[in-house]
């Protein structure tokens, strides 16, 4: 069976004065029809440049160098911007921003800029458009009388619900969420997530979840992408790199995160910072702070490969050597 | 707070500044140097003939006096008599202040409409050579003086080729017939408010682009465009959306000028208006006629400023005070 979206080594750059910032730099993957993907990363790393890759949202100087994106089988990054806007964006996918900050315009009323999705994509009278989003508001549990509310009347984690539904309005295939609970505190974000899996279970939707926050991506992601530098550095069901991390990377990142059931022990933190991605280092992006890092992978980049077995993939020409970074720390 | 409230407490606001500008009004008249009854008197009068005329203004009364002979006139919308002319203030000005508003706001209504759809094409083309050349050309023509530009247009289309007539209202004496009196005053129009045009409409193309640019960085307008809006619906229904309460409020703060006249434009081109009549008020110390075109200029203003911050909160919903739905 086809894959509902089939990333292929995308390469998209931002031109800036000094050259080209490397934003994504070769990425691939699939996301199954009902399937959700967790894109994780460092700030900087790309995932958010993929969001807006995927929708065809790139600022002026941001451009695609290379690859495709097939959704269904249809390359859309060739397709005329008027049938994409039309026929694509929000129709099929959309995108849940960080909406507790500024996602929603502040001085337009909630509902319709909902209804105006709606409106936008079917041919539906401005009144049945206004039920709809009344109906959408109802299901993220917000009372549908709050329709003509401006976004300053509502809690964060109200307009974060807001967002949601309206990225529900078109009953797309796939969502696009980009950090989609950062904003939020501790017990919104929970029940912001909880809405999201439930809606997206009851609807059959795939979601392609951006988060630095690991655990939340545990909680709610079939498979995983960690993202370092523009590239993919890990890939494959959430069990499988959340149990055994095949990238020094990827252990390092989850390393990083406390686990409130071990006993108490310091943090890890990955020492040094993430490169330049105008000029990233050769070989792979990671040998400059990895631990285990020798000549090779200095010159020679390292591919996505299958290693673990069941999809579970990894560029590093160390992977099976993880013990010892295990050790070290 | 609630909306009476609000409303009351920007009209306690707005009698203050009323009264701190009445009174200084009054005084900066008084601390001027010269003497007000030099322009009307003839050199050959008597000294006694000079003090009954200072009698007769009530300029030998102390000063608190004439301070509050002046306020209960105002109240009363009584401006007194101009010392040049001897004819009511109110009535001059009232005269005149139909010429003004009318080149006036002909002017304002085509320069915001101009510089406003310019920064808004300006901020879509961001970065552009068109865009560089919009700015250019808005701060090129808003450096430019006012004067030198009017007399510049004067001295070529009044007088080298001379289309237009190079000073006045009207043509003197009116032509016969409404239609031919509407011609000649829309030909009287033009080069005034062309030269207004030119002048301001740069600085509301500036503002919108800016404005604008900054809208159109905002999360909320990816938002739109990710929603698969068309450009134009995110550019207007969006973008300028978010951006119309300043620009309103601008404009409501422009709206004074329409009264209070261009005085270096109804002086270059010999209008008969309220800036015209300021001036010569000023250069002949005729306190009255001063002080009353300015009383006039400030109750605009201050009237104008107060239905701005009404209007504010009217289409900003962020600072929409108790309008009754919400939480």
């Given amino acids: 069976m086809m894959a509902l979206l089939e990333v292929n080594n995308l390469k998209m750059y931002y031109s800036v004065r000094r050259g080209d910032v490397k934003a994504v730099d070769g990425v691939s993957f699939e996301i199954e029809k009902g399937e959700s993907m967790g894109l994780a990363g460092e700030s900087g790393c790309g995932k958010s440049s993929m969001a807006t890759t995927l929708l065809r949202l790139l600022p002026n100087n941001g451009r695609i160098v290379d690859g495709s994106i097939k959704f269904n089988g249809q390359e859309i990054l060739t397709m005329p911007e008027e049938q994409f806007r039309k026929e694509y964006r929000w129709q099929k996918m959309s995108i849940i921003f960080q909406g507790a900050m500024n996602a929603l315009n502040p001085v337009l009323r909630i509902g319709d800029q909902i209804a105006e999705a709606i409106i936008t994509h079917e041919n539906a009278s401005k009144a049945e458009a206004k039920k709809r989003a009344g109906d959408l508001l109802e299901m993220v549990g917000i009372n549908s009388a709050r329709y003509r509310n401006y976004p300053h009347e509502f809690s964060g984690g109200m307009k974060q619900r807001a967002v949601i539904a309206m990225a529900l309005a078109c009953n797309p295939d796939l969502i696009i969420a980009d950090e989609p609970t950062t904003a939020l505190d501790v017990m919104v974000q929970a029940q912001v997530l909880e809405a999201i899996q439930d809606l997206r279970k009851k609807m059959g939707l795939s979601m392609m979840l951006i988060s630095h926050d690991l655990s939340v991506i545990a909680q709610t992601c079939d498979k995983v992408a960690i993202m370092y530098a523009g590239r993919i550095v890990e890939y494959g069901p959430a069990k499988m790199v959340y149990n055994a991390p095949m990238h020094p990377y990827a252990y390092g990142l989850l390393s990083s995160f406390p686990d409130i059931k071990a006993p108490k022990s310091p943090v890890q933190s990955i020492p040094g910072s993430p490169p330049n991605l105008l000029e990233p280092p050769s070989g792979c992006r990671f040998s400059p702070r990895c631990p285990l890092a020798d000549a090779k992978c200095r010159t020679v980049e390292p591919e996505l490969e299958h290693l673990g077995g069941n999809g579970h993939l990894v560029a590093c020409h160390k992977a099976g050597q993880l013990g010892k970074v295990g050790e070290r720390a | 707070m609630n909306f009476s409230s609000y409303i009351l407490r920007r009209v306690v606001y707005a009698l203050i500044v009323l009264v701190v500008i009445v009174t200084i009004n009054f005084f900066i008249f008084r601390v001027m140097p010269g003497d007000p009854v030099r322009m009307i008197i003839d050199p050959k009068w008597t000294p006694e003939m000079k003090a009954a005329l200072y009698e007769q203004y009530g300029l030998t009364k102390p000063l608190h006096e004439q301070f509050f002979i002046y306020l209960k006139s105002l109240l009363t919308l009584d401006l007194g008599l101009s010392f040049t002319s001897s004819r009511p203030v109110m009535d001059e000005l009232l005269e005149r202040l139909p010429n003004t508003v009318l080149l006036l706001g002909i002017a304002l209504f085509i320069e915001i409409l101009i510089g406003i759809s310019i920064g808004i094409f300006a901020a879509s083309k961001r970065g552009s050579s068109i865009e560089s050349f919009v700015t250019g050309a808005g701060l090129f023509t808003h450096a430019v003086p006012t004067f030198f530009l009017q007399l510049v247009l004067l ?173």
């Avoid at chain 2, 422009?254 to 006249?261: E, F």
């Fill in chain 2, 155 to 327: 001295l070529i289309f009044g007088f080298v080729i001379p289309i237009f007539p190079i000073r006045g209202t009207m043509a003197a004496p009116p032509p016969v017939g409404g239609w031919a009196q509407f011609l000649d005053r829309v030909h009287h129009l033009i080069l005034p408010v062309f030269s207004l045009v030119v002048i301001n409409f740069g600085s509301w193309a500036l503002y919108t682009r800016n404005a604008m640019v900054e809208a159109l960085g905002q999360d909320y307008i990816i938002t739109a465009r990710a929603k698969g809006l068309t450009k134009k619906r995110v550019l207007r229904h969006h973008a300028f959306r978010s951006i119309l309460p300043p620009i309103v409020t601008l404009i409501f703060l422009s709206l004074p000028s329409i009264i209070s006249g261009a005085v270096v434009t109804e002086t270059i081109f010999s209008w008969y208006g309220v800036g015209r009549y300021l001036l010569d008020a000023t250069m002949k110390q005729d306190y009255p006629a001063a002080q009353g075109a300015f009383y006039f200029i400030a109750l605009a203003t201050i009237i104008c400023n107060f239905v701005a911050d009404i209007v504010y909160g009217l289409v900003d919903p962020r600072i929409r005070v108790g309008g009754g739905e919400g939480k």
